[in-house]
């Protein structure tokens, strides 16, 4: 099993920046992928980025070039930084985890992203 709790989100204007963490527990050692997804009133949940165990990042088409993911080993977090924010970044972000051996697709609580115009 794997715990995972996020922070860091908030209300912010349009042009500027949040970080958002993802801190993970329990089997933390097979977890294969991590990744961030947002859910916007009334749309579908889609990936925003994704970070796999060897270090390879993917990114949906909309945020490249202002989001980041990475991920800090010591303190068992993957981080989301956003620049360049604008008002359609707006959502509740989720923290994913994949564990492929066990077939697990676990996920924390959500964050609120609200970017203002």
């Known amino acids: 099993q794997v715990q995972l709790v996020e922070s860091g989100g908030g209300l912010v204007q349009a042009g500027g920046s949040l970080r958002l963490s993802c801190a993970a527990s329990?089997?933390?050692?097979?977890?294969?992928?991590m990744g961030w997804y947002r859910q916007a009133p009334g749309d579908k949940r889609e990936l925003v980025a994704s970070?796999?165990?060897?270090?390879?990042?993917n990114y949906v088409d909309s945020v490249k070039g202002r989001f980041t993911i990475s991920r800090d080993n010591a303190k068992n977090t993957v981080d989301l930084q956003m620049s360049s924010l604008k008002p359609e970044d707006t959502a509740v972000y989720y923290c994913?985890?994949?564990?492929?051996?066990?077939?697990?697709?676990?996920w924390g609580q959500g964050t609120q992203v609200t970017v203002s115009s």
């Open positions: 994913n985890a994949i564990v492929v051996a066990v077939q697990g697709d676990f």
């Open positions: 329990g089997d933390i050692h097979s977890i294969d992928v």
């Open positions: 970070l796999n165990s060897g270090g390879d990042t």
